[in-house]
């Protein structure tokens, strides 16, 4: 006799992109976090105890759990508690907005900004004197949209002690004037961390509270996972902590950083983290660079942009790189490297395909993957299908920060023919690349229907009256779903565990009002969130259920 459920869901569509479409049922019963049975409301009732959550779902669509592919939970805590930029759409909204906050600080206290948006400084330069007055007697770090680039006020350099140019392992900058002396811009992580190092730094509790906000807002809105690109500072011991507290409400699979000049004992210490964590977060593979973005001007391009930059990879010795890749597919650990430009998403290919020749005998199901993948050609597309290269990919960048006319900052840099090839999933998806949807929080919003929606329109989420951004790439509603689904189960390797609603699977599932394939794509950011289930636990209700 079948023991009593723990969950049990009635009067539901169930619809599965594994199998194309709405199943033959209406409820499934959910026991020990995984789907242990699936069929009419009669059966399902049949399998509730004294103990058994019963919910009726009303006619609500139930998906496999969505699963963003590409965020930074901790990284993107953090920076979100500051002011928030990403809505000011030219300079002088920046200083106003600026100013309100600047007179809200207490004395000395640090101003923290996020989300700046560098096509509001138009043909000027981004650097602090731009935003002067406002900035510059207060400690200011205001990091762009991009999170590779952090503009500095003079008094934050000044009291990081940042006054001229470094040299870095990585391709890093203080971007300075002819003087030698520091404009306010910083470029990439290693230049960032020196400023930020000398502001104040949030307690273990705030770090844990505001995570645990971010992660059950991520609930809220549908979804039940992520892959998080980042294991820095305390991240993994705030995973833990969070779930030894039953208190994490998504699933994580986190893959730490590789920076350049990692070597044999760096290495080892990744191979060895592969597979640590606890019920609901794993350590599963490991994040690398291979450049930054096209509109700080650190991407890696076959040609420079329209102002000489984006030259250069993120490894000073693309060959190290390539190493690292080998000895990671060696070790059986898959990879997820950020490639934004077409040099360096070739060069990513190209390692992994000599890490494949070179070692035939290593683990067979390593999948390798290539976060962004902003502009590439042709050539470039068909080798994702043929070296079995997951493509993750963020459609919002897409919607966001670049304009069908091409007058954007992104634009602009790229030229026409570049930019004319932006972000392209379909014609990834066309020649069977396995493609993943995310968010890339907090670059862009986390709700996933937004990146679905993105996906199909891709047009401005600020005004969906423009153009959208190379139509011809739009993926279907019912492909956007599995990219967030089937697709996001397989670039973890768990496909035989989730993205389907079937029998032994876990029991991940978002629910929603109507079906998220068929709603229009400009509405679909405002389809209700109705249930949230992660291992078979209510991570969110909407109350009228």
């Known amino acids: 006799m079948r023991p009593d459920s723990d969950l049990v869901l009635l009067g539901a569509r169930l619809l599965d992109p594994g199998v194309g479409g709405l199943l033959p049922h209406t409820a499934l019963a959910v026991a020990g976090g995984r789907i242990v049975a699936?069929?009419?409301?009669?059966?399902?009732?049949?399998?509730?105890?004294?103990?058994?959550?019963?919910?009726?779902?009303?006619?609500?669509?139930?998906?496999?759990?969505?699963?963003?592919?590409h965020l930074h939970p901790v990284h993107g805590a953090e920076l979100t508690d500051g002011l928030d930029l990403s809505g000011c759409t030219d300079l002088d909204d920046v200083r106003e907005t600026l100013a309100r906050a600047k007179r809200d600080l207490a004395p000395g206290a640090w101003l923290r900004a996020w989300g700046l948006d560098p096509n509001v400084f138009g043909d000027r330069p981004i650097e602090a004197a731009t935003l002067s007055p406002v900035l510059d007697d207060v400690p200011a770090l205001l990091q762009l949209f991009d999170a590779h680039s952090t503009l500095a006020s003079p008094r934050?350099?000044?009291?990081?002690?940042?006054?001229?140019?470094?040299?870095?392992?990585?391709?890093?900058?203080?971007?300075?004037?002819?003087?030698?002396?520091p404009t306010g811009l910083l470029l990439e992580d290693a230049a960032c961390e020196l400023v930020e190092r000398a502001a104040p730094q949030a307690t273990r509790e705030e770090q844990r509270a505001r995570l645990a906000r971010a992660l059950y807002g991520m609930a809220a809105a549908?979804?039940?996972?992520?892959?998080?690109?980042?294991?820095?500072?305390?991240?993994?011991?705030?995973?833990?902590?969070?779930?030894?507290?039953?208190?994490l409400p998504v699933r994580l699979r986190v893959a730490p950083w590789c920076q350049p000049g990692a070597d044999a004992e760096a290495l080892q210490h990744l191979i060895q983290l592969e597979g640590s964590g606890g019920r609901l977060w794993r350590t599963a593979g490991v994040k690398?660079?291979?450049?930054?973005?096209?509109?700080?001007?650190?991407?890696?391009?076959?040609?420079?942009?329209?102002?000489?930059?984006?030259?250069?990879?993120?490894?000073?010795?693309?060959a190290a790189y390539t190493h690292v890749i080998g000895e990671l597919h060696r070790a059986g650990v898959p990879t997820a490297t950020h490639a934004i430009g077409d040099a360096a998403v070739r060069h990513v290919l190209d390692s992994v395909e000599k890490a494949r020749g070179d070692m035939p005998t290593a683990p067979a199901d390593v999948r390798h993957r290539v976060e962004h993948i902003e502009t590439v050609p042709d050539d470039t597309v068909r080798r994702?299908?043929?070296?079995?290269?997951?493509?993750?990919?963020?459609?919002?960048?897409c919607c966001d920060f670049t304009r069908a006319d091409?007058?954007?900052n992104w634009s602009r840099r790229l030229g026409e023919e570049r930019a004319g090839r932006a972000w392209r999933c379909r014609d990834l998806w066309d020649a069977g690349a396995r493609v993943v949807l995310g968010s890339d929080w907090p670059i862009a919003p986390y709700p996933p229907l937004g990146v679905m929606a993105g996906a199909r329109h891709r047009r401005p989420s600020r005004d969906l009256s423009l153009p959208p951004h190379g139509p011809e790439q739009a993926l279907?509603?019912?492909?956007?779903?599995?990219?967030?689904?089937?697709n996001a189960a397989y670039a973890a390797g768990e496909e035989r565990e989730s993205g389907t609603l079937a029998v032994g699977f876990r029991a991940d599932l978002s629910v929603f009002a109507e079906d998220p394939t068929e709603v229009p794509a400009t509405e679909l950011p405002d389809l209700p969130v109705r249930l949230t289930v992660v291992d078979g636990r209510v991570t969110h209700q909407a109350i009228h259920l």
């Open 222 to 247: 549908g979804l039940t996972g992520g892959h998080a690109m980042d294991a820095n500072g305390d991240s993994l011991a705030l995973y833990a902590d969070l779930d030894a507290a039953g208190e």
């Open 406 to 408: 091409h007058t954007d």
């Open 156 to 181: 934050a350099l000044e009291l990081a002690g940042v006054d001229g140019p470094r040299t870095f392992d990585q391709a890093a900058e203080i971007v300075c004037d002819a003087q030698g002396r």
């Open 476 to 486: 279907t509603g019912l492909e956007a779903l599995r990219a967030m689904t089937v």
């Open 38 to 69: 699936v069929g009419d409301d009669r059966d399902m009732r049949a399998l509730a105890g004294p103990r058994t959550r019963t919910i009726d779902l009303k006619g609500s669509v139930v998906t496999p759990g969505l699963v963003d592919g």
């Open 384 to 397: 994702f299908a043929e070296l079995g290269v997951v493509a993750s990919m963020q459609p919002t960048h």
């Open 288 to 318: 690398l660079f291979m450049d930054g973005t096209v509109d700080n001007g650190t991407a890696w391009l076959e040609r420079p942009d329209c102002h000489g930059e984006s030259t250069h990879a993120f490894w000073p010795d693309p």
